[in-house]
């Protein structure tokens, strides 16, 4: 599975759009690119995953470039309850193993 | 849909006790994944089942551990004669995997260990 670089913190106002950036230069052209996000002491929340196209639910947005090397996560209006600690994963589909970095820490602020 | 459960949520053993988590996945899917995650760091794969079959196990999982899915359902995962250095969460995660496409992990809310 391909690896993937987020920054390690990001800062946001709350009401404001969050847009957390992942670069996955390595990606395979089946890979798919998960978000997940682990707010302190509990198991990761799944949020969205996409192949190529853009990809809204009702939580987030994902956006993935064209070339597929990047993607970026968007929060629409960002809560207090959205701080949290967001993981950018790349996997195969069939893949067993989610192989996750050190996230982007998120700290939305009032 | 009740989600990925896990019991205890918190456990304190003194060290060279032996230990045992249990985790209900998702009802009809046919993965189970364990996940181990110290502080500060990103969960950790540990091993995962098909059905009942134990297909992949990591490296970090030592002798001492050992997990079961009897009847691919729920799973256990057993941590013999604990050390320090076992304390940490231990996740669950189960999916639906049907071959033709990716399938998602959701994980539980995890076992927190800590070995006195």
């Known amino acids: 599975d391909a690896k993937t670089t987020q920054p390690p913190s990001m800062d946001c106002a709350e009401g404001r759009a969050a847009n957390l950036p992942c670069n996955h230069s390595?990606?395979?052209?089946?890979?798919?690119v998960y978000w997940y996000r682990q707010i302190h002491s509990q198991g990761p929340q799944y949020i969205i995953h996409?192949?190529?196209n853009n990809e809204t639910n009702e939580m987030a947005s994902l956006i993935i470039t064209e070339d597929r090397k990047s993607s970026t996560l968007i929060l629409p209006h960002a809560t207090l309850r959205d701080t949290a600690v967001y993981y950018c994963i790349v996997r195969a589909p069939g893949g067993f193993k989610t192989i996750f970095g050190a996230g982007t820490r998120l700290f939305v602020k009032a | 849909d009740t989600g990925v459960s896990q019991n205890p949520r918190h456990k304190i053993t003194k060290r060279g006790q032996n230990v045992t988590f249990r985790c209900d996945p998702i009802s009809e899917h046919n993965r189970l994944y364990w996940y181990r995650q110290t502080l500060g760091q990103g969960p950790e794969f540990l091993t995962y089942f098909q059905n009942e079959a134990q297909l992949e196990k990591s490296r970090l999982l030592s002798d001492r551990f050992s997990a079961e899915r009897p009847k691919g359902s729920f799973s256990t995962l057993e941590i013999q004669r604990t050390e320090q250095g076992d304390s940490a969460m231990y996740l669950c995660?189960?999916?639906?995997?049907?071959?033709?496409?990716?399938?998602?992990?959701?994980f539980g809310p995890g076992t927190r260990l800590t070995v006195l």
């Open positions: 390595t990606i395979s052209g089946n890979e798919y």
């Open positions: 996409g192949l190529k």
């Open positions: 995660a189960s999916s639906l995997y049907q071959g033709v496409s990716t399938d998602t992990q959701y």
